[in-house]
């Protein structure tokens, strides 16, 4: 989820292709969802641009879930962000 101060660059949804990882990128109001067909073992990081306001804001949890066994599911915690 993301804070009520970021809006995304990219608000088109589309499939892309980034480090040998292919994934379908869907922007919505209050989130940016990730769609994967294969997430090989390891650490993974995704990044995307974002436009900021001043101000301080409560940003949601990333959540990450199987679709076909979706008992295997994981999320951050919740973080403040402070713009100056």
Request: hydrophobic share 35%; charged share 20%.
């Amino acid at each position: 989820m993301r804070a009520a101060g970021l809006e995304p660059i990219n608000v088109l949804s589309s499939y892309k292709w980034k480090g040998g990882l292919g994934y379908y990128e869907s922007t919505r109001d209050a989130a940016t969802n990730f769609f994967f067909d294969r997430l090989p073992r390891g650490t993974h990081v995704f990044e995307y641009p974002l436009r900021v306001n001043l101000g301080a804001f409560s940003n949601g949890i990333s959540t990450i879930q199987c679709m076909y066994a979706p008992e295997f599911s994981a999320h951050s915690e919740g973080v403040r962000i402070t713009v100056r």
